[in-house]
């Protein structure tokens, strides 16, 4: 999974991306357009997984991970500039959500934060980029009509477009438009910034941090929305001693480290949950969509185990941890063979019976 970190300059991209992935990319004042992104995968922290570490001691423990991309600001305008254009943005492009960093700290007494107009900017960026794609895209499709190629395939298209340009003229992000099955697979392959799961992390100092539920909840109408004290989280990540970065969460009333909290709400999100595959070489996660069959969870371990998938065999994390051993669990009924068509529960322990 992937997610892209989107705001204006100087709200915290970098500063918030650092928190996630203990990393110390250079936080500064001013935004280069040319700029490398940063980019960094890092594991998603899983008791269950610790857990099953401990139960198995295989010679491996894998996580799930998540990957965070974190680029230049955007402002009023980028998108007609082209900034949306380069590699960098191409990168937040293919990204499985967004999250949006709104800027609630000031270093400036004359500047105060205005997080609400922020978000709302960067939303409105976010969707005429998105016009701008599929206006391009039609009219191309108008030419090629021209020239006499009107098929199938690009009426469905320029339907679908039109859709879309109506619907985000409205202001409204694409991920709202209710599409079939063909018009969804037309309008993957564009990857709208506004057809992605989006979230909000506000960026508070740490001074109004815990105390801004009145903002948050006017944010929540409309979006999933944290709060983070980026700066005091990066100089706590940047501690590596987990016990004092502890006391000290404690005392600023964070309950849960940003990443923990903002891969649950992404997983959430996007809607993804995890299997689990257990043995004495390796216990590992794995991500996968809600809604997902076993066989899609064969394929997500190797092609081949989806080609000459016969049966999985599952059972639950929770089943193993009441009864404490895999006999105990098969001993009390709960171990099942499954279909290639049984849908995958978050915490299922599989093991995929294959023949190739
Ligand atoms: N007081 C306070 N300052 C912060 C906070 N987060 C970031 N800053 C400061 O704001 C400035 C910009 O932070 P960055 O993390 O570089 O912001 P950015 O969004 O990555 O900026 P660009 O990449 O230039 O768009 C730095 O001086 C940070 O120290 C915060 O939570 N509180
Ligand atoms: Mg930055």
Redesign the pocket.
């Known amino acids: 999974m992937r997610i892209g970190l989107i705001?204006l300059?100087?709200?915290?991209?970098?500063?918030i991306f650092n928190t996630l992935t203990k990393l110390e990319a250079p936080?500064?004042?001013?935004?280069n357009a040319k700029a490398e992104p940063n980019l960094a995968v890092v594991e998603v922290a899983d008791d269950r997984i610790s857990r099953l570490s401990e139960m198995y001691r295989p010679k491996k423990t894998i996580y799930a991970t998540i990957e965070f991309i974190?680029f230049?600001?955007v402002t009023e305008g980028s998108a007609k500039d082209g900034l949306f254009s380069g590699p960098g943005m191409e990168l937040i492009k293919g990204a499985d959500a967004l999250a949006i960093?709104v800027r609630n700290?000031t270093?400036e007494p004359e500047h105060l934060p205005t997080p609400i107009d922020s978000m709302e900017k960067i939303i409105d960026e976010l969707l005429i980029s998105d016009l701008i794609i599929a206006e391009n895209r039609l009219e191309r499709i108008e030419h090629a009509y021209k020239r006499g190629k009107k098929t199938n395939a690009l009426q469905v298209e320029e339907k679908v477009l039109r859709r879309i340009i109506d619907h985000v003229c409205e202001n409204r992000a694409i991920s709202e438009l209710k599409l079939d099955r063909e018009q969804e697979k037309v309008v993957r392959g564009f990857q709208f910034f506004t057809k992605k799961p989006l979230m909000v992390i506000l960026?508070?100092?740490e001074y109004s941090f815990g105390r801004n539920n009145d903002l948050l909840k006017k944010i929540e109408k409309k979006h999933r929305v944290i709060e983070f004290?980026?700066?005091?989280e990066m100089e706590l990540s940047g501690l590596n001693d987990p016990e004092e970065e502890y006391l000290f969460m404690i005392d600023m009333g964070i309950r849960e480290s940003a990443r923990d909290l903002l891969t649950r709400m992404a997983h959430g999100l996007v809607g993804y949950i995890s299997f689990f595959t257990v043995g004495s070489d390796e216990v590992r996660a794995w991500n996968i969509h809600e809604g997902n069959t076993a066989l899609e969870a064969a394929g997500a371990i190797h092609s081949d185990l989806a080609r000459g998938f016969i049966r999985a065999e599952c059972f639950t994390y929770d089943d193993l941890v009441a009864y404490g051993s895999e006999n105990a669990v098969r001993e009390k009924g709960r171990f099942r063979l499954e279909g290639k068509n049984y849908l995958v529960r978050d915490g299922n322990i599989l093991n995929i019976r294959f023949n190739v």
Do not use: Q
């Not at 300059?9 to 500063?15: A, D, F, L």
């Not at 936080?27 to 935004?31: E, G, I, K, S, W």
């Not at 004290?229 to 005091?232: E, P, Q, T």
């Open positions: 705001g300059p100087n709200s915290g991209k970098t500063t936080v500064t004042a001013y935004t974190d230049v600001g960093v700290f270093n960026n508070s100092d004290a980026g700066k005091f």
